[in-house]
Antibody
Framework: EVQLVESGGGLVQPGGSLRLSCAAS????????MSWVRQAPGKGLEWVAN????????YYVDSVKGRFTISRDNAKNSLYLQMNSLRAEDTAVYYC???????????????????WGKGTTVTVSS | EIVLTQSPGTLSLSPGERATLSCRAS???????LAWYQQKPGQAPRLLIY???SRATGIPDRFSGSGSGTDFTLTISRLEPEDFAVYYC?????????FGQGTKVEIK
């Protein structure tokens, strides 16, 4: 069964750090881009970061640049999100998601997130 | 950055009725980059539609997607009790993703 399981969430004070993990199983982890997406309480979905299959490309939403770092360990089938200088507005459920990039036509690609974990909750509060 | 605006914010319908959800982009989006997700309370999002109109694996054919350019639509032909949820459109562009703010489909 294809599965993603997040862990590492919790309560942290403003300015603190937290490292989230996402354990993948049931598929060839090293073949996929991966993403983190978050959802603040009662709010919509917000993409946070992407990482390429070999970790050579990483992209972030502007609000976390310089504070969050996405990484992966393909040998351990794991995705990570190191979060530093946390703010109250970072409070959210954090989901990891598998990204599919497949050819739609000879000149275009489909991009979408087809497998999601159940999420881990991060609360930033004093 | 492309902004996706979904309408209406809330749709109040009865089981068996047709639901039509709109997603409008601030600039043209490639159809192959447009997806729709369903989210129920306390659950992770679930992929429904990718490439604007292709149903994901296991998605019932009462769900359909259409549109191009800046206007996209998700249609649920006949609402089942399990379809009452929040729906998000999403687009990929410039190595990043944006989501619409969501449309809640609630029981009337």
């Amino acid at each position: 069964e294809v599965q993603l399981v997040e862990s590492g969430g919790g309560l942290v004070q403003p300015g603190g750090s937290l490292r989230l993990s996402c354990a993948a199983s049931g598929f060839t982890f090293s073949s996929y881009w991966m993403s983190w997406v978050r959802q603040a309480p009662g709010k919509g979905l917000e993409w946070v970061a992407n990482i390429k299959q070999d970790g050579s490309e990483k992209y972030y939403v502007d609000s976390v640049k310089g504070r969050f770092t996405i990484s992966r360990d393909n040998a351990k089938n794991s995705l990570y999100l190191q979060m530093n200088s946390l703010r109250a507005e970072d409070t959210a459920v954090y989901y990891c998601a598998r990204v599919v990039v497949v050819a739609a036509t000879p000149r275009s690609y489909y991009y979408y997130m087809d497998v999601w974990g159940k999420g881990t909750t991060v609360t930033v509060s004093s | 950055e492309i902004v996706l605006t979904q309408s209406p914010g809330t749709l109040s319908l009865s089981p068996g009725e047709r639901a039509t959800l709109s997603c409008r982009a601030s600039q043209s989006v490639s159809s192959s980059y447009l997806a729709w997700y369903q989210q129920k309370p306390g659950q992770a999002p679930r992929l429904l539609i990718y490439g604007a109109s292709s149903r994901a694996t296991g998605i019932p054919d009462r769900f359909s997607g259409s549109g191009s350019g800046t206007d996209f639509t998700l249609t649920i032909s006949r609402l089942e009790p399990e379809d009452f949820a929040v729906y998000y459109c999403q687009q990929y562009g410039s190595s990043s993703w944006t989501f619409g703010q969501g449309t809640k489909v609630e029981i009337k």
